[in-house]
């Protein structure tokens, strides 16, 4: 049971099945419920994590087909997801199977649910909530579209046990809405209370009235939730995230823990994808692999490639590297009962004769393009941001003159650099404040301390004189002109120094260290 | 063959470094002093060359060597880094390449180890330089397992060597007065003090180095009364600073 804060002091948000036999129902007073079971054990409602824990679900179900939605919480406190199962009933055996399997899943992992089959999402919706065991019992092999509602609530079915299952035959869904109260079709609280003050109280009183005084009457919400569920309106279900390209999973008869064997299966998973992309001419960009635990916890991990690749052997290796890093599963409940391999980006890859192609190089790639699958593993673990190329830029701001850029694939340029004057082999990421001592004005120090080592100049070259570009608007660092100077110490080491700001008397100058040189 | 050769060779046989093999496959340092006194007639590739010694100088050899085996072996090459600092501009004031060098940064000691396994083992690396400042037995044998397993050359640069390693050779560079500071208190070329500590076969030898722009590489220094004149290859910059000493 929770409550939440209602209009007058707290009311009950949702109950469970024992808790409904005793009379309770959402919406009433606390202290009513209170007075009607004295041993009421109460929760406070949070409707966030109730959220959340559906979007959960739904990706835990996921598994069953890739258009999975939240339906959203209801008021009382039930909630829903849609399953578009267009197509993939006939991977488990058929609709009923299906319905079976997800039900079956989800009341070993506590949740009370119903779900059904109907060619609409309003349909399924309704029956799921709404329907009666009676009604429909026969599976039907051919579908054009199919959708499933699965309900999972806190509340028991009315009246019914929780493993119904609902299956409208395919073009039946007007026969088995008819006699479903008009709450069935998705409306309003507002709504069902004006229909039912006019005696509107089944979805068959409203399709005996003539659709033109109804639209006219109560707007066209009422007549788009009728074509919704009957199928005159189609009704796409959006998603969580875009469907991949190619799936392929596998389920184990005994949830797994290992990690052996779950990189085994990964192989073979690979393996067959790879199988089809060459078919295909294709090669992944971007994959996804689900791991569904037990506790209807969902893993994944994402593996990009910086071209497209289908080498099971390479892919192995970047699935290996997210893998390892996944937390160990805690205990038995956590063991993995499946796991999918979802494509969702591939590009074009031709047939390419693997295997030989480092030695038909020829000579002049010695680009990075040999590395790509190297720089893919490194990037894997260490992140885009860290596997870089230094690139020239336009700017004789030190700082600026360079940008170290992403590893991608496409045409590595070589861009000249140009070297008009020395740099320095490191350049701090910071210039670092250093304390000098320069006894002529306008002129290098001859000694100085940085990192609280004492250096004496023995001879510097300069001066460099960089101005900030004032053509660019942000001058973030409050930069003035500085004064570069090459300096070499008593004992050969070289440093780049400069001094922020023109010399002017009787203000002390500042001294900065940017840069080493070999 | 001489028998000093056949028994050296026997030497790095018995050592476990066959010389045979990698004969053909070692790289010319480009600095005839250094080649002939090594073993190998250069660094072998497919181990780990230890560099350490003053930071920015070891960082100056590693690339002067990294700028050469890019050039004689035409592979890309990797360097692993902990810190944000390399600079593109300087780096290729060494005449090296930077559209085949993959820069990779990790702050992880153990990222940094494995991302140079990863490399060495890749084979289609050229050379690996990687720095390490706490490099032991156990993580440098792996990385001269991977090393040859790749055929890679690798470079371990290190701000100090404390531990001992299972590297084929250490050198140890510290910064060397440059070339000429009088009559002026100027810069002059680069100059470095190489040292080299340890070589398995050779002996430990330390060599002046120089910096020559015209030879776009690593020469050795010869000293002031052998040189020519004036140089040749002062800059602007250089010789503005001498006028306005002068």
Redesign the interface.
């Known amino acids: 049971m929770e409550t939440g804060a209602g209009h007058n002091g707290l009311r009950l948000v949702a109950v469970n099945a024992a808790a409904a036999a005793g009379g309770l129902r959402p919406g009433l007073p606390l202290a009513d419920a209170r007075a009607l079971e004295p041993t009421l054990r109460v929760m406070s409602a949070s409707p966030l994590d109730d959220q959340r824990a559906l979007a959960a679900l739904a990706s835990w179900c996921s598994q069953y087909s890739p258009w999975t939605a939240p339906s959203g919480l209801e008021a009382d406190g039930s909630a829903g997801i849609w399953i578009d199962i267009t197509g993939c009933d006939h991977l488990f055996g058929g609709e009923a199977e299906l319905l079976a399997s997800l039900t079956a899943r989800l009341r070993r992992h506590g949740y009370t649910a119903r779900a059904a089959v109907a060619d609409t999402p309003g349909a399924a919706w309704a029956i799921a909530r709404f329907g009666h065991p009676h009604t429909f019992s026969r599976p039907h092999p051919s579908r054009g579209r199919n959708n499933t509602s699965e309900k999972s609530d806190s509340l028991p079915p009315r009246g019914e046990g929780s493993g119904w299952l609902g299956i409208v035959p395919p073009g039946t869904q007007t026969q088995a809405l008819t006699t479903l109260p008009i709450a069935a079709l998705r409306l309003t609280a507002a709504q069902c209370e004006e229909l039912d003050r006019l005696g509107l109280r089944r979805v068959a009183d409203l399709l005996a009235l003539p659709r033109s005084s109804l639209t006219a009457r109560f707007g066209g919400e009422l007549i788009r939730r009728l074509d919704q569920a009957l199928g005159d309106l189609d009704e796409p279900i959006s998603p969580r995230e875009p469907p991949p390209h190619l799936r392929f999973r596998m389920n184990f008869p005994e949830a797994v823990g290992r990690s052996e064997d779950i990189l085994e299966a990964t192989k073979r998973l690979l393996t067959a994808a790879s199988a089809k992309l060459e078919i295909l001419g294709q090669g992944a960009r971007l994959l996804k692999l689900y791991l569904y635990r037990l506790d209807t916890d969902v893993d994944y991990i994402t593996i990009g490639t910086s071209r497209p690749n289908r080498d099971p052997a390479q892919l192995l290796r970047l699935a290996r590297e997210k893998l390892d890093r996944l937390p160990v599963p805690k205990s038995i409940e956590s063991n993995v009962e499946t796991i999918l391999l979802a494509i969702s980006r591939t590009e074009k890859l031709d047939l390419t004769q693997t295997g030989l192609t480092?030695d038909c190089q020829h000579?002049t790639a010695?680009?990075?393009d040999?590395?790509a699958?190297?720089?893919d593993?490194?990037i894997g673990?260490?992140g885009p941001?860290?596997?870089?190329?230094?690139?020239?830029r336009e700017s004789h701001l030190?700082e600026r003159?360079?940008i170290?850029e992403p590893?991608r694939a496409g045409q590595?340029?070589?861009?000249p650099?140009?070297?008009p004057?020395?740099?320095?082999?490191?350049?701090?990421?910071r210039p670092e404040p250093i304390s000098a001592m320069a006894p002529v004005p306008d002129d290098p120090p001859v000694l100085f301390r940085w990192r609280r080592r004492l250096f004496h100049?023995?001879?510097?070259?300069?001066p460099?004189r960089l101005s900030p570009e004032w053509w660019r608007p942000a001058n973030p660092l409050g930069m003035e002109t500085r004064d570069y100077y090459?300096?070499?110490d008593r004992?050969?080491?070289?440093f780049w120094l400069f001094r922020h700001g023109l010399y002017r008397t009787g203000v002390e100058p500042q001294w900065f260290l940017h840069?080493?040189?070999? | 063959m001489p028998v000093p050769a056949k028994l050296r060779q026997e030497i790095a046989r018995l050592e476990g470094l066959d010389c045979r093999a990698r004969d053909k496959l070692s790289l010319s340092t480009g600095i005839p002093a250094i080649d002939e006194h090594l073993p190998w007639h250069g660094l072998p590739v497919g181990c780990i060359h230890e560099i350490h010694g003053d930071n920015s100088a070891a960082t100056a050899f590693c690339t002067a060597l990294l700028a050469r085996a890019n050039r004689l072996r035409s592979q890309p090459a990797v360097w692993i880094t902990d810190e944000e600092a390399l600079y593109g501009p300087g780096l290729a004031a060494f005449n090296l390449s930077l559209s085949d060098l993959l820069v990779v940064l990790s702050r992880s000691a153990t990222d940094i180890l494995w991302a140079a396994e990863e490399a060495l083992r890749e084979g289609t690396v050229g050379t690996v330089v990687a720095e390490i400042t706490d490099l032991d037995l156990t993580a440098s044998r792996r990385l001269q397992l991977a090393a040859e397993a790749g055929m890679t050359l690798g470079l371990a640069l290190r701000p100090a060597s404390k531990s001992t390693s299972a590297s084929v050779t250490r050198w140890r560079i510290e910064s060397a007065h440059s070339g000429f500071s009088f009559p002026s208190r100027t810069v002059g070329p680069q100059r470095w003090a190489v040292q080299l500590e340890r070589c398995r076969g050779g002996q430990p030898k330390s060599w002046l180095l120089e910096w020559c722009d015209a030879a776009g590489g690593l020469t050795l220094a010869t000293p002031l009364s052998d040189r020519p004149a004036l140089p040749a290859t002062g800059s602007g910059m250089r010789a503005a600073s001498l006028a306005r000493a002068g």
Not at chain 1, 385 to 392: G, K, M, T, W
Not at chain 1, 515 to 518: A, D, E, S, T
């Open positions: 480092a000579k010695t680009s990075l040999s590395l699958g190297l720089a593993r490194l673990r260490l941001e860290n596997v870089v190329r230094l690139q020239p030190p003159a360079q170290a590893v590595m340029v070589a861009a650099w140009p070297l004057r020395p740099r320095p082999l490191r350049l701090l990421p100049i023995a001879g510097a070259d300069g460099e090459r300096v070499e004992k050969g080491q070289r840069g080493l040189f070999g």
